[in-house]
């Protein structure tokens, strides 16, 4: 049996990130995992059932929510800056080894998606993780980009970005825009039928669709597959789907073949958000069986 409470803790004066510890049973001081999720994602979705997994397997969980999202304070709301992600990322390490509950010497690191990028540059850069998950992480916000917008409208793109910087200028407020849509007409993040049905699917109530556009311009230059050679010799897992169109499989191979030792891969089947759906049994059996090789 294990225990969850509601935490929070300091990013820095004034701004208060918030989240869940979940305690295993038995005496600690436990190994540790710290997880945090995707591109505009919250905490309710389906991160409690990896957590859950991990605790039941004797380790000590800390899941919270980004800055300006969910339940954590920042503004402007719905703001994805992924170097501001990694730098309060950092305080949750910090808040873990404050922890009585937690040995301080055996914490690991778990991401997916866009905290996945956010996990190899913290694996690369923070030596106090003693070990990475990666699950479908961004590797190259520009190929991302590249691929997912036309050619021909990438110089309307660039205009919307540069207008959205003149008006900040100006005083105003951050736009926003959808992060997920299938209406063509609709300005979004994401198109893909999978990504709709799962920020859509499982998004809780006070869940907005909504980011900034200059979430969106920071995504197109974020490259955390560059850190990826310096991880080592912290131990890495990567968890690849097989037809990823997300993050791009062809990506997180090519980048799994630049890491060095120690390293696995685990490949799953289906698209991106299969890791979180129906290939959830492998892939969270895949990060618990790493932690508990590296960490227990």
Not at 47 to 72: I, K, P
Not at 142 to 150: F, H, S
Not at 188 to 202: I, K, N
């Amino acid at each position: 049996m294990t225990a969850r409470e509601d935490v929070e803790f300091e990013a820095e004066p004034g701004v208060a990130l918030r989240g869940w510890f979940y305690l295993p049973d038995g005496p600690g001081p436990h190994p540790a995992i710290t997880m945090a999720h995707g591109f505009a994602g919250v905490k309710e979705q389906r991160l409690a059932q990896f957590a859950e997994v991990f605790a039941q397997a004797g380790f000590a969980v800390l899941v919270h929510d980004h800055r300006t999202f969910g339940a954590s304070d920042g503004t402007p709301r719905h703001d994805i800056d992924p170097w501001q992600q990694i730098k309060d990322w950092r305080r949750a390490v910090s808040y873990l080894e404050s922890r009585p509950e937690v040995d301080p010497g055996r914490i690991g690191v778990w991401g997916t998606s866009y905290s996945g990028g956010h996990a190899l540059v913290l694996g690369a850069t923070d030596r106090r993780l003693r070990c990475v998950v990666a699950q479908v992480p961004t590797i190259s916000g520009y190929e991302q980009g590249r691929r997912r917008v036309a050619p021909d409208a990438v110089a309307q793109l660039n205009e919307v970005f540069a207008a959205d910087e003149r008006a900040q200028f100006r005083g105003e407020e951050p736009r926003t825009q959808a992060i997920v849509s299938s209406d063509p007409s609709v300005p979004a993040s994401y198109r893909a039928p999978d990504a709709v049905d799962f920020y859509l699917g499982t998004a809780p109530d006070s869940w907005e669709n909504k980011a900034t556009l200059r979430s969106n311009a920071a995504a197109r230059m974020y490259e955390p597959g560059a850190w990826i050679s310096r991880i080592s010799p912290t131990p890495l897992l990567l968890i690849v789907a097989k037809n990823d169109q997300i993050t791009l499989t062809d990506l997180m191979l090519s980048a799994y073949e630049r890491a060095l030792e120690p390293k696995r891969l685990q490949l799953v089947d289906g698209g991106h958000f299969a890791s979180y759906l129906d290939q959830f049994p492998t892939t969270s059996a895949a990060a618990r069986d790493w932690f508990t090789r590296h960490l227990s």
